[in-house]
């Protein structure tokens, strides 16, 4: 499969832990996104990266989310400290730098849970 | 602000009866306009988008600017048509995209 990969799939955790996921994106893609989904609601944009560069952040990345993408390929998404507000599922989805924002390639996603 | 809007969360129709999932936005500028599905079990996917003014399994849109709509339309709907449908916008030139709530579209036998 070489589509966008996420790891874990699924994540429970108790609040207040730290909590960290993976996504490694298409092959060649320069961009990546991560968008939070909570129930009942669309992928909300939290952050993107343009090779190792993160270019924007939403607002609702407080100071415990951290992302990174170190080399330009894979990305992590840290969660310092969780809350029960922090469940959702988490999306990344990437893109080539020369494609248009709506051709962006989504991952299955990772589902938190904090208890 | 951007924002989009889905009013219905759930719309269930039977097969070959039309089926129109509404979607209006609010954006001062021009937006371009998506439609994206995700299927059971499958990863959110682009269905099509107003600038290119195609069908796509059927499926249309028209942007109507004047009433800030992008309502996605089928004449004849089919059960593999059963999913969840979201609108989202973008602004030209952003790397950003503004998804709405999303619609469980269900098609019945």
């Known amino acids: 499969d070489t589509g966008v990969s996420q790891n874990p799939r699924h994540k429970i955790t108790k609040r207040g832990q730290n909590v960290t996921f993976r996504c490694d994106p298409i092959s060649e893609h320069n961009r990546l996104y991560w968008y939070r989904q909570t129930l009942g609601q669309g992928p909300e944009f939290l952050t993107y990266f343009q090779n190792e560069a993160q270019l924007e952040k939403s607002r609702l990345l407080s100071d415990r989310f951290s992302a990174e993408r170190p080399k330009g390929s894979f990305s992590t998404l840290e969660i310092q400290r969780t809350e029960q507000g922090d469940s959702a599922m988490y999306l990344c989805?990437?893109?080539?730098?020369?494609?248009?924002?709506?051709?962006?390639?989504f991952g299955p996603g990772t589902r938190l849970t904090v208890t | 602000a951007q924002r989009v809007t889905q009013p219905e969360k759930l719309l269930s129709v039977f097969k070959g009866a039309p089926v129109e999932l509404k979607c209006n936005y609010s954006y001062s500028g021009s937006p371009e306009l998506f439609w994206y599905v995700q299927y059971s079990r499958q990863r959110l996917q682009l269905l099509l988008r107003h600038i290119s003014r195609e069908s796509i399994k059927g499926f249309t849109a028209d942007l109507n600017k004047g009433e800030t709509s992008f309502h996605l339309k089928k004449p004849f709907a089919q059960e593999e048509d059963s999913a969840m449908y979201y609108c989202?916008?973008?602004?030209?030139?952003?790397?950003?995209?503004?998804f709405g709530q999303g619609t469980r579209l269900t098609i019945n036998p």
């Open positions: 989805a990437s893109s080539h730098l020369a494609t248009p924002v709506y051709e962006q390639y």
């Open positions: 989202a916008l973008s602004n030209q030139g952003a790397q950003k995209l503004v």
